[in-house]
């Protein structure tokens, strides 16, 4: 796969799993730009890692639940790179507690960023993408939008939701050649999972069928892969990174 002369634009791309993609992205050369909500030391450190592999990268601040946020980053985005080829959806929060637990709040602001955000940048990439007639548009959605997860009742709502808000917005797009599909990750291995119980992480790893959690890096080689020309003729589909938990 090569993406040399190609711009993306990765949310939520400071840390973890959207560190991980912009690396991927940068390694197969394409230019990087770099959004975060609130880590500014953590996004810069992953613009440094783009540039040493001889890509341009920029890092840029917005929260994607905020409307007037998401076209500022658009415009600057398009402004340093003149294009826009690849958009990840992959900024998303949780806020975790039993369904009769949750409040309105936390209710509101898991579906605002995981959901609404996603549809906030692809709108804004439509016309661009619509325009140039190329784009490639790729969804952070997750194992539990498929099985659900107690306790997650937000969550699970927000990413099952954006499977359909993105196969329709795929047959809206394919006219255009510009493609939008998802990547659903199981359980793998970054700060938050680090952080759980011993007791958590053996529960966990029982629902695994290849018993282990699976890496950032193996998410963001699935992310590449629809992004590349590979994919060209691959879209509306979820493919799961889940070391075979939806089998």
Do not use: W
């Amino acid at each position: 796969m090569n993406l040399t002369g190609k711009t993306a634009l990765v949310t939520g791309g400071s840390r973890g799993i959207g560190r991980a993609i912009c690396l991927e992205l940068a390694r197969l050369g394409a230019n990087v730009a770099v959004n975060y909500a609130g880590n500014a030391a953590a996004a810069e450190e992953t613009v440094a890692a783009c540039q040493a592999m001889g890509v341009d990268a920029f890092a840029i601040q917005a929260s994607v639940a905020d409307g007037e946020a998401v076209t500022a980053m658009f415009q600057a985005v398009l402004e340093r790179f003149g294009h826009l080829d690849i958009l990840v959806n992959n900024a998303g929060i949780t806020k975790d507690n039993l369904a009769l637990r949750i409040k309105d709040a936390d209710f509101d602001a898991v579906l605002d960023t995981n959901l609404k955000g996603a549809f906030l940048c692809m709108r804004a990439a439509y016309r661009p993408m619509m325009k140039q007639r190329y784009g490639r548009i790729i969804n952070m959605s997750s194992i539990v939008a498929l099985r659900g997860n107690a306790g997650q009742a937000n969550y699970c709502a927000s990413k099952a939701g954006l499977i359909g808000m993105s196969k329709a917005i795929a047959k809206e797009l394919a006219s255009r050649n510009v493609t939008v599909n998802l990547v659903a990750p199981g359980f793998i291995d970054t700060d938050m999972t680090a952080a759980l119980p011993e007791a958590a992480k053996a529960s966990m790893l029982q629902s695994i069928p290849m018993g282990r959690l699976g890496q950032p890096e193996d998410v963001a080689k699935a992310v590449a892969f629809f992004a590349s020309d590979e994919a060209a003729y691959v879209t509306g589909q979820v493919l799961c990174v889940d070391g075979g938990m939806a089998v």
